[in-house]
């Protein structure tokens, strides 16, 4: 069983900038593929950003293609989520999650789920 916790979450104008860390304990973290979720109010979770299990290949939503960046410290059990040039768009609750799939880019592929973390960008 793998527990994630997300932190780094919180309110920023637009333009601003938040790294999200995810940590995760109780497995071997670096044989997992990690993705990033979002869910805005009245709308579904989607996937932002994927990075495989040794962190070489990386998968981003359109819509955060050149604005975010994901990165993973195996030696640390955590994975990150640079935000820059946040947009109101952006505003949502963001999730961080496992999966036992080396490298994964759909929803039903993931397995463990953190608890979740609010980003607002104020216009």
């Known amino acids: 069983q793998v527990h994630l916790v997300e932190s780094g979450g919180g309110l920023v104008q637009a333009g601003g900038s938040l790294r999200l860390s995810c940590a995760g304990s109780?497995?071997?973290?670096?044989?997992?593929?990690m993705g990033w979720f979002r869910q805005a109010p009245g709308k579904e979770r989607d996937l932002v950003s994927a990075?495989?299990?040794?962190?070489?290949?990386?998968y981003y939503a359109d819509s955060v293609k050149g604005r975010f960046t994901v990165s993973r410290d195996n030696a640390k059990n955590t994975v990150y989520l640079q935000m820059n040039s946040l947009k109101p768009e952006d505003t949502a609750v963001y999730y961080c999650?496992?999966?036992?799939?080396?490298?994964?880019?759909?929803?039903?592929?993931?397995?463990?789920w953190g608890q979740g973390t609010q980003v607002t960008v104020s216009s």
């Open positions: 109780g497995g071997t973290f670096s044989m997992y593929g």
């Open positions: 990075i495989s299990w040794t962190g070489g290949t990386t």
């Open positions: 999650a496992a999966s036992r799939v080396s490298y994964a880019i759909y929803g039903q592929q993931y397995n463990y």
